[in-house]
């Protein structure tokens, strides 16, 4: 079974969310398994991390539950990557007026020097074919990158993208206004129109402009769905798509201000907002439509749903003290209301939301995909992490 995962925008909610997912799969040796990615925002910042303490190879499952998963918990929750804290008044001499109208370029710089994330997107692996999704302002579509092709279908495609991990993983997580739309420099040549529905090239063309802009991949659709799943082709290049949705609740901050950036949160102008929950909640009914209908396969993990709230939906009987081994309602909706923010998280905090990630993939797989995942798992606290010197 060729799997592939669909990972959310939320911020550093969002990374450990899917952190606790990856552990999951990696504590039944499936991180071997996965042959797509694609991600948006948070789910980019957390796999560009992923990779890049990985020598920008996809991990094994083994290595994943020995090495990898405490340097990433090491990682979230010692280091600001965007806050005053992280740029200190040092930063702010250093950025000065990059920090009013760069705020993605600096995003950039940071991911390079504190999350070690340096590699150039051609650097990634052949597997598995990871999508960084974020939202073009001139055309107003999905941009992706991945390791051999950026683009999207109506400005064209270009097939040797030469752009840092890092500014694509920013680009992905520029929430509009909060951080800023990314400004690239585009090759001048080998641009290619291509087909919408094949992304194969069609014919040479010369590009609508020499720079674009790239926003959140959020403003688009915050599950990253679409880079590997069409509603009337299926599944591309997997057999099975997890859909990891961190995106936390609907706000009631109506106004943005600079001094909440300070503070490391990421706070949108309110109309943002709600379009993007409205585009969130549709997306998902699609796809669920297709994998209750049968046309795919597939299970969507929604933060803020309990275990119980699992069973209940499923109709599933459990044994009252049978949900003393799962994670509290209160604390599931606690982890849920975490907001959204590129700060240093507390390692119980880290802890809570990661096994929310672990317990509600595993409560979804088991009972919706017992073909596919037939065998229940328990998270384990672990007794300690192998967290290298250098870090």
């Not at 929310?356 to 606290?381: C, M, N």
Request: hydrophobic content about 40%; proline content about 4%.
């Amino acid at each position: 079974m060729e799997i592939g995962l669909a990972l959310s925008g939320g911020g550093i909610r969002a990374a450990v969310f899917h952190l606790g997912v990856l552990r999951r799969l990696a504590d039944e040796g499936l991180l071997e398994s996965v042959s797509q990615l694609s991600t948006v925002s948070g789910g980019s910042l957390i796999t560009a991390a992923v990779f890049a303490k990985s020598r920008m190879q996809w991990p094994s499952s083994a290595d994943y539950q020995r090495r990898l998963y405490g340097e990433l918990r090491h990682l979230l929750t010692t280091t600001d990557l965007l806050s005053f804290k992280a740029i200190g008044w040092t930063g702010l001499f250093r950025f000065h007026h990059r920090l009013l109208v760069h705020r993605a370029r600096v995003l950039a710089k940071l991911l390079a020097e504190r999350w070690g994330i340096d590699a150039r997107i051609r650097d990634l692996p052949d597997r598995p074919e990871w999508w960084i999704n974020t939202t073009c302002l001139e055309t107003g579509k999905n941009w992706r990158f991945s390791k051999r092709e950026m683009g999207d279908w109506q400005f064209g495609r270009h097939f040797d993208p030469p752009f840092l991990l890092a500014e694509a993983a920013a680009g992905s997580a520029a929430v509009p206004y909060a951080i800023g739309a990314l400004h690239l420099q585009l090759p001048a040549d080998g641009w290619y129109r291509t087909d919408p529905a094949t992304r194969r090239p069609v014919e040479r063309r010369v590009p609508q402009s020499t720079s674009i802009h790239v926003w959140d991949g959020g403003a688009y659709e915050n599950l990253g769905l679409e880079s590997i799943y069409k509603p009337d082709q299926g599944l591309l290049g997997c057999d099975f798509l997890i859909c990891s949705d961190a995106s936390g609740p609907l706000s009631r901050t109506i106004s943005f201000s600079i001094s909440a950036l300070l503070e490391g949160r990421l706070v949108s102008p309110r109309l943002f907002d709600i379009c993007s929950d409205q585009i969130r909640s549709l997306r998902a009914r699609m796809f669920m439509s297709s994998v209750t209908s049968g046309r795919v396969q597939g299970a969507l993990l929604r933060m803020g749903n309990s275990v119980r709230d699992v069973d209940l939906k499923a109709n599933r009987q459990r044994r009252a003290e049978s949900y003393d081994e799962f994670q509290a309602d209160r604390d599931v909706a606690l982890a849920f209301q975490y907001p959204t923010d590129l700060r240093a998280i507390s390692e119980s905090q880290f802890d809570s939301i990661a096994r929310h990630g672990y317990e509600i993939a595993d409560a979804v797989l088991t009972t919706h995909s017992p073909d596919q995942f037939p065998r229940s798992l328990r998270w384990q606290a672990a007794q300690c992490y192998e967290v290298p010197n250098d870090l």
